[in-house]
């Protein structure tokens, strides 16, 4: 691994299992911090080697004002992970969830630049199509667009700045519930780097995914919205500004697998209705915005497309305050 400082952070309820062994015992191996966060209904004595674990009485002594104004029983707690992460150093932030099992590709070292093949400018683009040969698309996706035809993707290689990267997952991979009521799976991948550049539009989600230092502000994940669409929701605002900075979004090859959850499907069926419905047009909302380039900007596009969102009633307006406290913690921590 690198010789910057990487964290590994995870939001988990579960006792120490098989996946959370494995990535203690991978972070030990390679020197990585691996932060996990818990909520109420993680147990009370959990301990296992190699794992820096905040239960609910731990994160309420963090200096972090987002650490008490975050609701309990949400995803969106993983926020304070990657806060901690912060304030211990961290340059990289890796994440990824109790249920993704890495390969030893997951703790090769991981590089902003990297050499892929890129593509601009095609609209919504469903990524899945080049790593696979079966009709899959990711979770987030607009569904009106699934038969749309994959354009062409250059096969020249070049060396593009991916402050954002997402790995793929093999098995039970990130899709939604229409897929995973209607088609089969497994699904495996195959190997690829691509890159997304300006207005090629797809979602990324917090399974598996690398943050470089720049682009740390883009972790935010929103507290007030379907759980089954607060880190897709997130890799929107992400996108739009990352292209304001001249970045680029990776999609790589798989790197974990995953040996999903129980999941009542209904339920995330009816989760992923606010996403099913307002995807595509939460991001031509985001495409009319007028944001600026430069990191010191990064806060003020995010409150922007926030405010945008409240004023489309896709988020409440409890949102805002939240990132408030977000971005007044991440000044406080230099970022």
């Not at 691509?194 to 470089?212: D, E, K, R, Y």
């Amino acid at each position: 691994m690198s010789q910057q400082k990487i964290s590994l952070v995870v939001t988990s309820i579960a006792p120490p299992q098989k996946v959370l062994k494995a990535l203690a015992d991978g972070s030990s191996s390679n020197n990585i911090e691996f932060i996990v966060i818990g909520d109420v209904p993680s147990p009370k004595d959990f301990k296992l080697d190699g794992c820096d674990f905040y239960g609910l009485e731990r994160q309420k002594e963090l200096p972090f004002t987002f650490a008490t104004d975050c609701p309990l029983r949400h995803y969106s707690r993983k926020n304070i992970g990657y806060l901690q992460a912060i304030k211990n150093g961290a340059e990289i932030i890796i994440e990824t969830d109790d249920d993704n099992i890495p390969r030893e590709g997951f703790w090769k070292e991981r590089t902003r630049k990297v050499d892929a093949q890129s593509v601009t400018d095609t609209g919504w683009i469903n990524i899945y199509k080049y790593f696979s040969e079966s009709n899959i698309w990711p979770r987030g996706f607009p569904i009106e667009l699934i038969q749309k035809p994959s354009p062409a993707i250059s096969a020249d290689i070049k060396k593009l700045d991916c402050p954002i990267q997402q790995g793929l997952a093999d098995e039970n991979p990130d899709v939604d519930a229409i897929y995973r009521l209607v088609l089969p799976l497994p699904q495996n991948f195959k190997a690829g780097r691509i890159a997304l550049g300006n207005n090629a539009w797809c979602p990324f989600n917090s399974q598996n995914t690398t943050f470089f230092k720049e682009a740390f502000p883009l972790l935010y994940l929103p507290s007030y919205c379907s759980f089954r669409m607060t880190d897709i929701w997130r890799s929107f605002v992400a996108q739009k500004i990352a292209w304001v900075n001249g970045w680029n979004i990776l999609f790589h090859e798989s790197t974990v697998y995953q040996e999903r959850n129980d999941h009542n499907l209904l339920k995330d069926f009816i989760d992923e209705i606010p996403g099913y419905v307002n995807n595509a047009k939460m991001c031509a909302e985001l495409d009319k915005l007028d944001m600026k380039a430069g990191t010191e900007h990064i806060g003020a596009n995010m409150i922007k497309a926030y405010v945008k969102f409240v004023e489309l009633n896709l988020v409440d307006a409890r949102e805002l305050p939240l990132l408030d406290a977000w971005l007044h913690d991440l000044k406080g921590l230099g970022i």
